[in-house]
């Protein structure tokens, strides 16, 4: 039922973009996997073998860690509405933080977020579509406005305390490059 495409054809873009979440895979040579799952208006599909996905302030920073270690990545979309469906895009991602000339044309795709820690730019190898039956049917609601609160209350200086304090390694004690941020 797996099917495998050089690229992004135009029916996955439109399926991407009628997402609501996506998932990030990255992994360094040893330590452990990391898998989140991301969702807000965070990902834009450049051209078919280029993704673009803006990472914001979480409690870790595996993924910036990860590519540093090894450029792997792996994103997935599931169908959780109509027709049954999973995409996976694999390939190889960099990290852009706020000092890299391309910060600034890249960030200004997506609306305004203080807590904009980093972009990743993903070069696409594989794509890959697979039948979804068994993801669950479920409704989306809302975007939760927790986010945007947290960030509020801690302002610009906050965040970047926060980044200070506890974005700088990975659970395996990476660095993650935050400092170019700080």
């Known amino acids: 039922m797996a099917k495998q495409f050089p690229r992004l054809a135009l029916a996955h873009q439109t399926f991407i973009a009628a997402q609501h979440m996506f998932f990030v895979g990255t992994a ?65 991602a960099r990290a852009i933080h706020m000092d890299d000339p391309a910060w600034a044309e890249y960030n200004a795709t997506f609306p305004t977020d203080l807590a904009a820690r980093q972009l990743f730019e993903m070069t696409i190898d594989l794509v890959q579509t697979s039948c979804g039956y068994g993801v669950p049917l479920m409704d989306y609601q809302a975007e939760r406005p927790d986010a945007d609160a947290w960030v509020a209350e801690k302002g610009p200086d906050g965040i970047r305390t926060y980044w200070a304090d506890t974005n700088r390694t990975t659970l395996d004690g990476f660095a993650t490059g935050i400092e170019a941020n700080l």
């Open 28 to 92: 360094a040579a040893s330590g452990r996997v990391n898998l989140s799952p991301k969702g807000m208006d965070s990902l834009r599909v450049l051209d078919p073998n280029r993704i673009l996905w803006r990472n914001s302030t979480g409690s870790g920073n595996e993924t910036a860690g990860h590519l540093l270690q090894n450029p792997r990545m792996t994103l997935m979309w599931c169908a959780f509405d109509g027709q049954p469906l999973i995409l996976r895009c694999y390939g190889t």
